[in-house]
C-alpha cells in the first residue's frame, strides 16, 4: 500500500506562484511513476506533470514552461512547483502513485487550487 497526502492548495491571483508538495509513505519503493493531476467540475482527471523512478519528467502541454515537477526521495516528498499561474489551472490537484508489478493505482485527496484573474 502506498499512502499519499497533498498540502500547499490556496487561492492566487493570475501570475502568482504555488508550490504543491505529496508527502508519500507506505511501499515506496514499489513506485515506479508519480504524477500529478488535477480535475474541475464535470471533467474528467487530466496529467499535468509526471516523473518515473529513473528521474525523467513529461508535462501537459497547458504546463509546459510554467510548472516543475520534482521528487525528494530521502523524504519522500513530491512537488509541483506552479509559477505564471492562469484562471484555467484552477482545480483541484491529485497525487497519484503507479505501481506496475502488479499495476495498481494510489491517489491522495486533493489540494484546491483557485487563481483569480
Known amino acids: 500500500q502506498v499512502q499519499l497526502v497533498e498540502s500547499g492548495g490556496g487561492l492566487v491571483q493570475a501570475g502568482g506562484s504555488l508550490r504543491l508538495s505529496c508527502r508519500v509513505s507506505?511501499?515506496?519503493?514499489?513506485?515506479?511513476?508519480i504524477d500529478w493531476y488535477r480535475q474541475t467540475p464535470g471533467k474528467q482527471r487530466d496529467l499535468v506533470a509526471a516523473?518515473?523512478?529513473?528521474?525523467?519528467?513529461q508535462y501537459s502541454d497547458s504546463v509546459k514552461g510554467r510548472f516543475a515537477i520534482s521528487r525528494d526521495n530521502a523524504k519522500n516528498m513530491l512537488f509541483l512547483q506552479m509559477n505564471n499561474l492562469i484562471p484555467e489551472d484552477t482545480a483541484v490537484y491529485y497525487c497519484?502513485?503507479?505501481?506496475?508489478?502488479?499495476?495498481?493505482?494510489?491517489w491522495g485527496q486533493g489540494t484546491q487550487v483557485t487563481v483569480s484573474s
Open positions: 497519484h502513485a503507479l505501481t506496475l508489478s502488479p499495476v495498481q493505482h494510489y
Open positions: 507506505g511501499m515506496t519503493d514499489e513506485i515506479d511513476i
Open positions: 516523473v518515473s523512478s529513473s528521474g525523467t519528467t
